[in-house]
């Protein structure tokens, strides 16, 4: 059933994706409204896609829920549920930063059995199916995930993001600031999907960030898990209030940093 998911996920995030890039007008895109604070911003080209992905899932498969970042909540009946991100990174979308990416999961009685995530400029693609791996796929192939070994604490190359909120970035940078002098550098590069794809990849040591909405993160957290990497929140499960991931010979000591500073 979990690959049946993945296949649906593929077909429609890759549809999804050739919208976003065939409709995206040459410079900066226009913001259609702000959501959580004045710089959270949503374009027309979000709910379009948004509003793709649901069609096509839910014509096919009616009776399943569907969550997503700029629509209303479906409450289905069959146990599925699709936790969508139409455009993660719709600032860089805005700007014509290429790292912008669609993210589509599929939970199965509130546990997510597989997900999909799209790069959307470079046609990159991340699955994951739970228990059977995941994969990267590029113009070369599909490519096994096993997150590499990491280096040491004081080496490790840390991504992360920054909440739309004034409080909660108040907060971000604070904790930040006291965790930069510890570690090789940070990288912010504006989506937080494609990021946590990364650590899988070994483009990053390890991940953290507060704020994070199940969309945001849900697909590519099975991407990282079902690569080895550990995902952990504040005191337990990932959630809004945090998360990260690491690898596992290095994740006990990185998660006591990430909460010793402050996060
Ligand atoms: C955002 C991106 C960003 C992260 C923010 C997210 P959006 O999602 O993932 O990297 O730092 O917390 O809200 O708004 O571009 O879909
Ligand atoms: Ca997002």
Redesign the pocket.
């Known amino acids: 059933m979990s690959a049946n998911l993945l296949a649906l996920a593929s077909d429609v995030g890759r549809e999804s994706a050739d919208f976003v890039r065939r409709t995206r007008p040459a410079g900066r895109v226009d913001v259609a409204a702000t959501k959580s604070s004045p710089t959270?911003a949503v374009t027309e080209i979000d709910r379009a896609s948004e509003q793709l992905i649901r069609e096509r899932i839910l014509d096919l498969r009616p009776d399943d829920g569907f969550v997503g970042?700029e629509g209303r909540d479906i409450l289905g009946t069959s146990g599925v549920e699709w936790i969508v991100?139409p455009?993660?990174?719709?600032?860089n979308f805005v700007y014509d930063i290429p790292c912008y990416a669609v993210s589509i999961a599929a939970a199965v009685d509130g546990t997510v059995e597989a997900g999909f995530v799209i790069d959307v400029p470079s046609r990159e693609e991340w699955s994951a199916v739970r228990g059977e791996g995941s994969w990267r796929t590029d113009g070369d192939g599909q490519h096994r995930l096993t997150a590499p070994d990491p280096p040491v604490l004081g080496h490790l190359l840390v991504g992360t993001?920054?909440?739309?909120t004034r409080e909660i970035r108040t907060k971000q940078a604070e904790a930040m600031a006291r965790m930069l002098p510890q570690v090789r550098d940070i990288r912010r590069t504006?989506?937080?999907?494609l990021n946590i794809c990364d650590v899988a990849a070994g483009r990053l040591d390890v991940y953290v960030?507060q704020?994070?909405m199940p969309w945001?993160r849900a697909a590519a957290g099975l991407v990282a898990t079902e690569a080895g990497l550990v995902l952990s929140g504040l005191d337990g499960e990932p959630d809004e209030r945090l998360v990260m991931a690491a690898h596992p010979a290095i994740s006990e000591e990185y998660f006591a940093l990430v909460r010793a500073c402050g996060f």
């Open positions: 959270d970042e991100d455009i993660d990174g719709t600032v993001g920054f909440h739309y504006g989506s937080a999907a960030e704020g994070l945001d």
